[in-house]
Each structure stands twice: as structure tokens, then as C-alpha cells.
């Protein structure tokens, strides 16, 4: 031990590491003793200031001005850290022992061998990097006294590994580390072999895991491998554009899971950690452009036919007719020759007053100087021809022609064989009216896919279609309610970057274009923004969702301003864009109270955005101004703040905040208070680790309304914890065949695979029942992760 | 999907799951406005998703609980606990089943099964279940050795066993730091403060519950990390209650002698055991950890036989104007009188005034005497105080002291003008 304590610790870890390669197994024993002592010694070995009694300073002084390094203290769990040593040689001989035994007629123990195999290579690639930059640093400077120390501290465990590894000739004698962590050296054809567990596991996670691996904690900084080592290490994971790649949305916000330490999990092999495939289109796939082309000349027949449903499928104020037939490009010059028609040309004359109120009140939007600027100009000369500069027209065109498809009939092709998979009926684009209609009836059957789909095929009757983009084009109020539709559908299926590419044309969302005001003739007198509000909220939102949170607080916050100066407006007597238009108290009052709500959704926005990137301080100062807005919500904003806490660990701040809610509905009654605060207490009792009265709760909740599907999932995952698997299992599929309309969620069905998988190797019947469960309920949107079908 | 299979050789399979805290799902809410084409249908689809709150359904993080979905990182100081299944997946009852976990790290072997006992049978599609629970003391590769052995029908006793290695990494690191406080008489110093900056070195926002320092016991201890306004004390890292990956916090405490030892002034001298330091976090849904470091040893400040402070100087002096200080010199020397000369060095910026190499008299043991010194700088800046020499005339040897305070110099003309 004494060797790592002296002070020349930084040329140690690569020579000495060598040396050891080619040590005798005595020496790896002894490497066994020291990691042990490394514990149990602490931090005896920093020695203080070196003071020379001769030149005697004045230490007080001193202590304050120059700069003294900090000492690292080797942390120890030291009360009861036994120091027995004894045996634990015979420990891991008897093992090794029992594996060789097995070696030849028991499959398990060879499983069981090559896991642990395949785990050390894996180890290996995900600590090589690290280890080169952090000798790099170690040789640099002693000013980094915390780095070597590390280092000192963390090299005797690497003990065991290293020295078995680098050996060239690890050779199957009775060496017990050898046998532990079998040098892949001695089995060159094990990584080939499919042994299932280990393989698949190793490339989910190298590709989730790996990128954040490198950042956080330096550990194991002294790693060092032999030659051979590096020659399987794979290059990083590309990563992959998770185009048409729906990630699990399964709460990865919070803790480390994220971050996972891939190492032990392949071990795990009933725990079959969730390889999300990923379930991508072949039809979005740029290769096939062709094949896009033709197909979007077919949906642009099909609208053709379906024209007139198109039109009469809204029955607003705006005609969209004859649009559709505008494709024809035309120079910026908007509508021209076009006259405006109303279509409701029956509405009285009051109610169309009182739609323009309306309009104005929710199409408010204040545009930036330039853009005004533009607009006026427009206003100013509506005969003659206005130049806009190109870049400053919204040229919107689909990206990616058709991300239709049903990942759930895929998989019955795949396990349940092609006669179930003719079973699996679900709406289409095609089996719709081609009309908002039929749009509608997607959404609402969860056809997601095929909603988005049908978002296309109108939008390329509009002359948005596939390949339009950047092409001069003209704005409705449908076109861009469309454009939300389907860019809203995109989020919803989590396909972000698809998202992201259909947005890009619109830029910031303030191009002139999108203002009523730039085709006086097709809107005469209305003013105000065509981009529906709930879009603005999705394109501010988007970027968090593509690991660019910044961005998102960024438009937030530029949406905030302007609804805070919209509300300004309106109670300076203007109107919401600040002119002198009389507005009636009444219909002040209903402006303000949209307005407030407006900027309680962005409020509401950037909270989640907060609680996205982790800065909980600020995320809960946002919750409560939320609360403001939407003071209704208190109840349930005081909750979740309870669980931010609760998910941090301060167990105290998130009771105070649930003694807040209890407050707060003590003078509400009514089931749904009562819930809540069951529903707080059970997770009180869970931070507290008590998983008995955790369960009580939940079930507490279950007598009051049993048809509760948090109460119930929660519950279960109680029972699992009591160590109930078989109760836990009985009451996730009670739920699920109770009412699978409902309960069917990604959630719950995650949580049942997981014990499927931890009950019994048959978990793969268990699972494929499940899937038929899927098939008769839930459209093309389902995720189909969370079955883990793998 | 053969992955959970294999050879079917064995009646019982046995399956392992960590059992970390669940987390709560977190669903992405998409809304629209009633004047929307999709109407109501946007929000009406989140209300009917079951893992949305109810009535605040845009509020991202949800109450259902998942299940940990991948091994996670476990770190010193935190509990291992895991869920232990064997199952029979056969057709046939099985007896005598006995189902034995053990951890080996590399230092010990530790048995973590609830029950040594033999279940006497286990019918088709049954399982035996176990929650195993135990507190990780080491750093580095554990090894979780399940062994289950079983009777067939047949009669025939079999056995298996599986590995399952993990890796126990270090959640924080302690950086320690020690500031003597002189005392006036003696030359054993008084209090002691401790500076320890705790990093979090895990990937997730730790909580810390308690961070304390259990002197040794010599000492008593006050935590200085609290400030009292008006009437409440307040935490100095006010409502951040959390460290983020990466943080580092700095807590300080303030050591004193107890009584019986600060008397025996060579109690206290040398190397002293000072304490250590206990922390307790957590994590997400409360998980715990708890750590303690190794007792924390300082070497007191030794002053040899002469010891010079400084009583008197002036903080803030006019470039190459003279100005005065008073230092004090004191014989800690248990017996021995000393006869001392001074002698004094200018430095590049220092230049003392008067007479160097004078005879200082006599000091006795224990005894000290007050020195006024005029000097100079020529520099300007924060200057250090250094350059002087006594010289024990019996014993002929020469303490140095130099850096013996700071003082700020500044041109003349910018302080007649402050």
C-alpha cells in the first residue's frame, strides 16, 4: 500500500499497470489485499503542510493568502467494514471451480461465464477514452492533488482486472481472476457467438449510454489496457438521427437512468433492460425518393377528388375554396386576382361581427419592426406589386412524404404470424374522408400515424407538398392549422426531428406572410397572425425535446414578452396590437382572460422546460407563478412540486408541499381532492421507503374509485417491492383486462413486461398476449417499445 | 426472444431484477385551443391518457410509477437491494429447493438471503421469492452469486448457479482543509477550523440531509453553516437543497479543545486526530446513502523555540514612506533562556530602517518581548512583510521569518486624495 501513498503517484499508472501484466497470480492476490486496505486506511495518508521548523512563517497569515490545496479524503464506510480477508481467494476459487465444472455439460454456468465476459469488454469500451485523458491530465500538474488521488484510490480495485486481462496468455489454470473475468484473448469467437443477453444488451446501451458516460464522474481513471484490448473496441456509436425513431418517453427526466452504468445491467438477464428498436419507417427514408414522388402525385389526385369535402369539412368564416386550386405559383404577389369569398355568406351580419371580435381577439399578435414594417407597406399599396425578399416568405413543404405505418401489425407479422396479422384492422389515410373530417376520426381513434399522413395529403392539395419547399406558396388559416395538426401529431409520435424539418421553413414564425394582413383581398380587414397560438407554444417547445432546452426558454421567453405587452394593450384601453380600435368592457374582459391564459401556458411551457434541464430551483419558482394563472390547478401544481422534491430526495420540502395541498382541499371536497391527497401520502410513505404503507394508500385510493389506473399500477409496483411478484403481476393484468381501452398504456404495459420478464423465461407468450390485447385496441400510434418484443 | 431461454435443461429459472427506486413517468403534453381545428380533441386525448394529471394535464411529470428500466449505478454508501425469483418452469413439482445469494467483493463474502431454509416444494408455474437488501461498503466489482439447489422427480439433486457482477462507484468527493487560529499566550494554537468541500461526482441531483462533523474527543464542535437572521437560522446555500452533478459544496466548521486538553498544550501539539466527517443524502424517491470519511488528522502548527507575531501593522501604507509595526517574539522553549540578535534583510520591495544584527537581550522560557520596526516599500501593491532573522547567539542558530503579513502600499497622491 505504501507505494500509493507516496507522492509520486503520476508516473505509476501507466508503467506500473504494464508491469503488472506480467506479474504471477501472487501479485494479483496481493493487489486483492491492497484494494482492501485502500478502503479501510482513509485518509491517513495525506500529509499535512510540509513544515520546516527552521523558516518559521507565520502559519495564520499564510493560511489565508497562500493558496493551499485541499486535501482529498479517501471516503470509508469505515464503522463496520469487517477487515476478515480471509477465504476470499478460496471464495472466488471455489467459483471458478464451479464454473469449470460446468463448463462442459452445464449451459447456465457458461452463460452465466460468458456474461460476465462480454461485460468486461464492455467495460472496456467505455473507459478507454476516459483513462487516456485522464492520465493526460495526471502527468500535466500536481495542482490537480484531486486527480492523482483519485487515482491512487481507485487503482487497487482495477487489481483483479487488469492484471487478467493484459495477460497475453490467459491460459484456463486454476487462477481465479483469470476465471472471473476470462481474458476475451482465450475466447476469441465468444463475441461472435450469440449469446443473447450480453450482445444485445451491450449495443442498446453503448447507444444511449455512451456519450454521457464520458463526462461525469472521473472515475477509473487509472484503466489501461493492453493493445489487444483496443482492437474491440467499437468506434462510438454514431448518433443515430433518430429519424422516424420514437424515443421512450418513459420518464427520463429524473435520476440517472439516463446515464446508465451499462456494466451490470447485461448481467441482469431476466431484468431485460428495455431495447427500444427502433420502428422506422422504410417509407420516410430518404432513398427511395421516387417512390415519393409518385406517391405524393397520388395524394394530390386523391385531394383533387376530395376537393370540395376539404372546403366544406370547416364551416368558417374564411373560405378556403378556391385556394386550393392556387397552387399554380405565383410570384409574392398574393391573390391579386383573386376575389374574397365568404362562405358563410347566410351568417347574419351580427354574427359576423362578433367572429371578427373574436378573431382579433385570438389572431392578436405583435409583430417584430420589421415585419411590420412590410405589412404596412403591403397595406399601403394593395394595388401594386410589393417585393418581399424570398428569405422572408414561409415556403413550407413536407419532408418526408409518408410515416405511415403500423409498428404494432409489424410486430404480429413478425411473432404472431401473418393470419393474426390480417386480424389487425386500423384506420388509415385512405379508409377516411379526405377532409378535417375524417382527420378528426384519426385523432380520436389514435391513429396518429395516419392522421399525419392525411395532414400531407391536404397540405399537398394546398401546394405544400412533398418537395414544395421553397417554393413561393400562399397562407391560409387552414393550410396553417394543418401544419399544427400534423406537426403537433409528429411530437406526440415523438418524432422530433421530423418535426424540427417541417418547422424550419417557418422560421421564427413571423414572417410577413403569416399575417392576415399581407392578402387584403382574401381577408379584407383582418388583422392579426395566422399561426395558431398552440403552435407558437409547439414550435417554442420542440427544441427541448432535441436536447436544446436553451432555445426553447429562448422562444418562450419571447412569447412571454409578447403576451405580457398584448396584456399591457389591452388594459391601456388599446386594442391587443396596440391601436385605438373601441372595444367593448365585455369583450375586454374576454380578451384579458384569454390573454392571462395565454401567458400562463407559456408560463407553464418553460416550467416543464425548467424541470426538462434539471434546475429545479427555478422550475418550481415557475410551478408557482403557473399557479397564477391557472389558480384551479393549485391543488395539482402543489402536488407535482411535491414530487419534484420528492424526486431530488428532500423528503421534508416535498411533506411541507403535500400539507399544502391537504390545506388547499381541505375546503374543496369532492373524490378528486381525496385522491390527491391519498395519492400524496402513498408517495410520502415511498420516499420514506416504506413500501407497506406506500401500498396502503394506494389501495386506500382504490376503495374510493376503483377504477384508478395510477392507484392501481402504483400499487402493484408497491407489491413488487414487498417482494409480491405474483400478487403485483395479478393485479397489473386485472387492471389491463378490466378495461384495456384504457389501461393499455405505455406505462402500465411497460411495468407488466418487466415482471413478465423477472417471473419466468416464458415471459415471451405473456408478452405476445399482450400484443393481441394491443391489436384490438389501439391505433397506429401505440409505442410498441414498451412490450419489449425486442 | 430466445434471449431468456436458455437451455431448458434446468426445472427452475432463476431471475434477478434491481430492485432501484421506481421513477415517475413523464408524458409530453400537446394542447391546442378550442378555435383549433383539432378542437378539443388534443386535450381531450391527454385527459384520457391515464399518466396525465387530472386537471393539470399539462404538467409534465406524472404520478404513474415505472419500473427501473436498466441496472443504474450504484454508489458506496447507497443500499443494493434486488429482487431475487426462482420459478418453476416446468410441469413437474420440485423439492427441497434452496435459494442462496451471496455477495463477494473483493475483500469479503457476505450471505444477503433472508432464509437459509429449504423450501420443502414448488409447484408448476410457482415461484420463491426474495428481496435481498444490502448496504454497499466497498468500492469497486461486486460479484452477486445466486445459487439454487433442487430435487427433481426423479430424485435426482440438482444445482446452478448464476453471476451477476456489478461495479460500485464513488458518489462524492471530500476535500478537506485546515485553518489554525493563533491564541495570544501560548504557542499552542486554539481553534481549529475545517473547511470541506463535498463534490458531487455521481450523475444525478443528490440531496445532502446531513453533513456533520463527529470530533474526535478532544474537540467540541460548532458547524458554521447556518446564519442567523432575525431569529431563523438560514442555510448559507439557501434554497438549493441540492447538489447537481458536478456541484461542489463548501461546509465549514469550527473546532475548539475541550478544556482538559487545551491545558496540556503537548496533548494537542504534532498530529491530531480531529474527527470525521458523516454525510447522509439522497436521491431520486428518497433513495439513501450515507458515507463517512476516515478520521481527519492535522498536524498542528509547530513554532519551534522562537515564535514571531505580529501585533501591529498598518493595513494600508504610502509608497516609500516609513511606517511602523510591532512584533512580538516569544521563547516556547521548555527551559533554555536564548539570547537573540536580529538581524534585518531588505527585500526587493522592503527595505527596513534602522540598525540591523542588534542584541535583543535575554528572553526566558516562556517569556516574550515586543519589537517596534520601522521599514519601507519602494513597490507598490500588495506587498510582503519578509527578512527577518533572530539568531540564537548560545545554541548559533538562526530562525528565518519571512512573509510575515501583507501590506497594502499605494502611491502617496491617491491617499491624500481618498
Redesign the interface.
Given at each position: 500500500m505504501e507505494n500509493s501513498t507516496s507522492s509520486a503517484k503520476d508516473a505509476r499508472s501507466t508503467v506500473d499497470e504494464e508491469d503488472r501484466g506480467n506479474t504471477t497470480e501472487q501479485k494479483t492476490r496481493e493487489e486483492?489485499l491492497f484494494?482492501?486496505e485502500t478502503?479501510?486506511?482513509?485518509?491517513?495518508e495525506f500529509?499535512?503542510?510540509g513544515?520546516e521548523?527552521?523558516?518559521?512563517?507565520?502559519?495564520?497569515?499564510?493560511?489565508?493568502?497562500n493558496e493551499?490545496?485541499?486535501?482529498?479524503?479517501?471516503?470509508?464506510?469505515?464503522?463496520?467494514?469487517?477487515?476478515?480477508?480471509t477465504?476470499?481467494l478460496g471464495?472466488?476459487q471455489e467459483?471458478v471451480e464451479?464454473m469449470e465444472a460446468?463448463d462442459n455439460q452445464?449451459?447456465?454456468?457458461e452463460?452465466?461465464?460468458e456474461?460476465?465476459l462480454s461485460?468486461e469488454s464492455e467495460?472496456e469500451h467505455e473507459e478507454t477514452p476516459k483513462d487516456i485523458s485522464e492520465i493526460g491530465t495526471d502527468d500535466q500538474a500536481s495542482l490537480k492533488e484531486?486527480s492523482i488521488q483519485?487515482t491512487e484510490?481507485?487503482e487497487p480495485?482495477?487489481g483483479?482486472?487488469i492484471p487478467a486481462e493484459t495477460k497475453p496468455n490467459g491460459i484456463d489454470e486454476s487462477k481465479p481472476e483469470d476465471q472471473?473475468s476470462s481474458p476475451s484473448t482465450s475466447k476469441p469467437s465468444t463475441e461472435v457467438e450469440p449469446i443473447?443477453?450480453c450482445t444485445?444488451f451491450s449495443q442498446a446501451?453503448n447507444a444511449n449510454a455512451q456519450p454521457?458516460l464520458f463526462l461525469?464522474?472521473?472515475?477509473e481513471p487509472q484503466m489501461v489496457k493492453s493493445p489487444s484490448f483496443s482492437s474491440i473496441i467499437e468506434t462510438p456509436v454514431k448518433s443515430n438521427p433518430q429519424v422516424v425513431q420514437p424515443s421512450?418517453?418513459?420518464?427520463?427526466?429524473?435520476?440517472?437512468?439516463v446515464?446508465?452504468?451499462?456494466?451490470?445491467?447485461d448481467?441482469?438477464?431476466?431484468?431485460?433492460?428495455?431495447n427500444f428498436i427502433s420502428v422506422s419507417n422504410p417509407n420516410a427514408s430518404s432513398s427511395v425518393p421516387e417512390q415519393m414522388s409518385s406517391l405524393s402525385n397520388g395524394g394530390e389526385s386523391s385531394c383533387a377528388q376530395s376537393n370540395p369535402t376539404f372546403s366544406v369539412g370547416?364551416g368558417r368564416l374564411e373560405a378556403s375554396g378556391p385556394q386550393a386550386s392556387l397552387e399554380t405559383t405565383q410570384s409574392p404577389k398574393p391573390f391579386s386576382q383573386i376575389q374574397a369569398v365568404f362562405a358563410g355568406s347566410d351568417d347574419p351580419f351580427a354574427t359576423a361581427l362578433n367572429m371578427s371580435e373574436?378573431d382579433r381577439r385570438?389572431d392578436a399578435w405583435l409583430p417584430s419592426e420589421e415585419t411590420r414594417n412590410v405589412l404596412i407597406s403591403v397595406a399601403t399599396q394593395q394595388y401594386s406589386t410589393v417585393f418581399i425578399d424570398k428569405e422572408n416568405l414561409t415556403m413550407p413543404g413536407l419532408k418526408f412524404d409518408n410515416i405511415q405505418g403500423d409498428a404494432v401489425k409489424d410486430l404480429m407479422l413478425r411473432f404472431l404470424g401473418e393470419q393474426a396479422a390480417v386480424k389487425r384492422q386500423v384506420l388509415n389515410a385512405n379508409s377516411v374522408e379526405q377532409s378535417?373530417v375524417g382527420?378528426?376520426q384519426l385523432?380520436?381513434s389514435?391513429n396518429w400515424r395516419a392522421a399525419v399522413d392525411l395532414c400531407g395529403r391536404l397540405l399537398t392539395a394546398h401546394g405544400q407538398g412533398y418537395k414544395k419547399s421553397g417554393l413561393p406558396t400562399n397562407h391560409t388559416t387552414?393550410s396553417l392549422?394543418?401544419w399544427?395538426?400534423r406537426l403537433?401529431l409528429l411530437?406526440?409520435l415523438?418524432l422530433f426531428q421530423n418535426a424540427e424539418m417541417e418547422f424550419e421553413p417557418f422560421g421564427n414564425l413571423d414572417q410577413p406572410d403569416l399575417y392576415y394582413e399581407y392578402y387584403p383581398h382574401v381577408y379584407p380587414g383582418r388583422k392579426g397572425s395566422m399561426v395558431?397560438?398552440?403552435m407558437r407554444?409547439?414550435h417554442a417547445e420542440l427544441p427541448q425535446?432535441l436536447g436544446n432546452p436553451q432555445e426553447s426558454l429562448d422562444r418562450l421567453h419571447n412569447m412571454k414578452i409578447i403576451c405580457t405587452k398584448i396584456l399591457e394593450n389591452l388594459e391601456q384601453g388599446l386594442a391587443e396590437d396596440g391601436s385605438m380600435t373601441n372595444i367593448t368592457q365585455e369583450n375586454r374582459q374576454a380578451s384579458v382572460q384569454l390573454w392571462r391564459s395565454r401567458l400562463g401556458?407559456v408560463m407553464?411551457?418553460m416550467a416543464?422546460c425548467l424541470?426538462?434541464m434539471?434546475d429545479?430551483?427555478l422550475a418550481v419558482d415557475a410551478y408557482h407563478t403557473v399557479i397564477k394563472y391557472?389558480p384551479?390547478?393549485e391543488?395539482?401544481?402543489l402536488?407535482?412540486i411535491g414530487?419534484?422534491f420528492?424526486?431530488?430526495?428532500?423528503?421534508k420540502?416535498a411533506e411541507k408541499y403535500f400539507q399544502d395541498v391537504e390545506k388547499v382541499t381541505h375546503k374543496l371536497d369532492g373524490l378528486?381532492s381525496q385522491i390527491m391527497v391519498l395519492?400524496n401520502r402513498a408517495?410520502l410513505h415511498?420516499?420514506?421507503?416504506n413500501f407497506a404503507e406506500a401500498h396502503r394508500f394506494f389501495t386506500e385510493i382504490l376503495r374510493i374509485d376503483s377504477s384508478n389506473?395510477?392507484a392501481n399500477?402504483?400499487a402493484a409496483?408497491c407489491l413488487?417491492?414487498?417482494?409480491?411478484?405474483?400478487d403485483s403481476l395479478r393485479q397489473l393484468e386485472g387492471m389491463v383486462q378490466q378495461d384495456p381501452k384504457?389501461?393499455l398504456?405505455?406505462?402500465?404495459l411497460?411495468?407488466l413486461t418487466?415482471?413478465y420478464?423477472?417471473?419466468?423465461?416464458?415471459?415471451?407468450q405473456k408478452?405476445q398476449a399482450l400484443l393481441e390485447a394491443v391489436a384490438v385496441k389501439e391505433g397506429d400510434s401505440f409505442n410498441t417499445q414498451c412490450l419489449k418484443?425486442? | 426472444?430466445?434471449?431468456?431461454?436458455?437451455?431448458?435443461?434446468?426445472l427452475l429459472?432463476?431471475?434477478?431484477?434491481?430492485?432501484t427506486?421506481?421513477?415517475?413517468?413523464?408524458?409530453?403534453?400537446?394542447?391546442?385551443?378550442e378555435?383549433?381545428?383539432?378542437?378539443n380533441?388534443?386535450n381531450?386525448?391527454m385527459k384520457?391518457?391515464?399518466?396525465t394529471?387530472?386537471?393539470?394535464e399539462?404538467?409534465?411529470?406524472?404520478?404513474?410509477?415505472?419500473?427501473?428500466?436498466?441496472?443504474?449505478?450504484?454508489f458506496?454508501?447507497e443500499t443494493f437491494s434486488s429482487?431475487i425469483?426462482v420459478?418453476n418452469?416446468s410441469n413437474q413439482v420440485v423439492k427441497d429447493i434452496l435459494v442462496k445469494a451471496d455477495l463477494?467483493t473483493?475483500?469479503?463474502?457476505l450471505n444477503l438471503s433472508a432464509s437459509t431454509a429449504a423450501v420443502a416444494e414448488l409447484k408448476p408455474?410457482?415461484?420463491i421469492?426474495?428481496?435481498i437488501h444490502h448496504?454497499v461498503?466497498?468500492?469497486?466489482?461486486h460479484?452477486l452469486?445466486c445459487a439454487v439447489s433442487y430435487t427433481t422427480q426423479a430424485g435426482e439433486k440438482m444445482y446452478?448457479?448464476?453471476?451477476?457482477?456489478?461495479?460500485v462507484?464513488?458518489p462524492?468527493?471530500?476535500?478537506?482543509?485546515?485553518?489554525?487560529?493563533?491564541s495570544d499566550l501560548s504557542s499552542v494554537t486554539d481553534e481549529v477550523f475545517l473547511?470541506a468541500?463535498i463534490q458531487n461526482?455521481?450523475?444525478?441531483?443528490?440531496?445532502m440531509?446531513k453533513v456533520s462533523l463527529e470530533p474526535s474527543i478532544m474537540y467540541n464542535v460548532a458547524e458554521l453553516n447556518t446564519v442567523d437572521s432575525a431569529g431563523e437560522s438560514e442555510s448559507t446555500f439557501g434554497?438549493?437543497?441540492?447538489l447537481?452533478?458536478?456541484d461542489t459544496r463548501q461546509y465549514l466548521y469550527c473546532l475548539k479543545p475541550k478544556q482538559e486538553f487545551a491545558e496540556k498544550a503537548g496533548v494537542i501539539k504534532g498530529?491530531t486526530v480531529i474527527g470525521k466527517?458523516d454525510i447522509v443524502?439522497?436521491?431520486?424517491?428518497?433513495?439513501?446513502g450515507?458515507?463517512?470519511?476516515?478520521?481527519?488528522?492535522?498536524?498542528a502548527?509547530?513554532?519551534?523555540d522562537?515564535?514571531?507575531?505580529?501585533e501591529t501593522i498598518p493595513d494600508t501604507v504610502n509608497l516609500e514612506e516609513p511606517f511602523d509595526i510591532t512584533c512580538k517574539i516569544t521563547n516556547c522553549s521548555s527551559e533554555r533562556t536564548m539570547d537573540l540578535v536580529l538581524e534585518m534583510c531588505n527585500t526587493n520591495s522592503i527595505h527596513w530602517c534602522g540598525v540591523s544584527g542588534r542584541q535583543l537581550g535575554k528572553l526566558h522560557p516562556s517569556s516574550s518581548l515586543r519589537l517596534a520596526l520601522t521599514l519601507l516599500s519602494s513597490v507598490q501593491g500588495l506587498q510582503s512583510v519578509s527578512g527577518l532573522r533572530l539568531t540564537d547567539t548560545f545554541l548559533k542558530r538562526?530562525?528565518?521569518?519571512?512573509?510575515?503579513?501583507?501590506v497594502c502600499v499605494v502611491s502617496s497622491k491617491v491617499k491624500q486624495e481618498s
Open positions: 486483492i484494494h482492501e478502503i479501510d486506511l482513509g485518509g491517513d500529509e499535512s503542510e513544515n521548523t527552521v523558516s518559521e512563517d507565520s502559519n495564520n497569515f499564510i493560511d489565508k493568502l493551499q490545496m485541499m486535501e482529498s479524503v479517501i471516503i470509508s464506510d469505515s464503522p463496520n467494514n469487517s477487515e476478515d480477508d477465504g476470499e471464495c472466488l467459483m464451479q460446468k452445464n449451459s447456465r454456468a452463460v452465466g461465464k456474461e460476465l461485460n467495460t484531486e483519485e484510490k481507485d480495485k482495477l483483479d482486472n472471473i443473447p443477453v444485445i446501451n454521457q461525469p464522474d472521473g472515475f421512450p418517453s418513459l420518464s427520463k427526466f429524473f435520476g440517472d437512468t446515464n446508465t452504468n451499462t456494466l451490470a445491467s448481467f441482469f438477464d431476466s431484468f431485460t433492460t428495455s370547416n373574436l385570438n378535417f382527420l378528426k385523432i380520436s389514435k387552414d392549422q394543418l399544427f395538426v403537433a411530437v406526440k415523438n395558431p397560438f398552440s407554444i409547439l425535446y401556458r407553464y411551457s416543464n424541470l426538462m434539471k429545479y430551483v391557472y384551479q390547478q391543488p395539482q401544481m402536488s407535482g414530487r419534484i420528492l424526486q431530488i430526495g428532500d423528503i420540502t378528486q395519492m408517495f415511498l420516499g420514506q421507503n389506473a395510477v399500477n402504483n409496483v413488487l417491492y414487498l417482494g409480491k411478484l405474483k384504457h389501461y398504456h405505455e406505462s402500465v411497460f411495468n418487466t415482471m420478464e423477472l417471473e419466468s423465461s416464458r415471459s415471451m408478452k418484443l425486442g | 426472444m430466445d434471449v431468456n431461454q436458455p437451455k431448458q435443461e434446468h429459472a432463476l431471475k434477478v431484477m434491481r430492485l427506486k421506481p421513477t415517475l413517468f413523464t408524458n409530453i403534453p400537446v394542447t391546442c385551443e378555435r383549433d381545428l383539432p378542437g380533441l388534443f381531450q386525448l384520457d391518457d391515464p399518466s394529471v387530472k386537471g393539470a399539462a404538467l409534465m411529470l406524472g404520478e404513474m410509477l415505472t419500473l427501473p428500466q436498466n441496472f443504474g449505478n450504484i458506496l454508501g429482487y425469483s420459478h418452469d463477494q473483493s475483500s469479503q463474502r408455474d410457482c415461484c421469492d426474495d428481496v448496504e461498503k466497498e468500492i469497486g466489482t460479484i452469486v446452478f448457479r448464476k453471476f451477476f457482477k456489478f461495479q462507484l464513488k462524492l468527493d471530500v476535500k478537506t482543509k485546515f485553518y489554525n487560529a493563533e473547511e468541500q461526482i455521481t450523475t444525478s441531483p443528490m440531496f440531509e434554497s438549493r437543497t441540492y447537481q452533478p458536478m498530529v466527517l443524502w439522497k436521491t431520486n424517491l428518497g433513495e439513501r450515507r458515507l463517512q470519511t476516515s478520521q481527519l488528522q492535522r498536524m502548527p509547530g513554532y519551534g522562537v515564535r514571531l507575531s505580529l538562526t530562525y528565518e521569518y519571512d512573509d510575515i503579513a501583507q
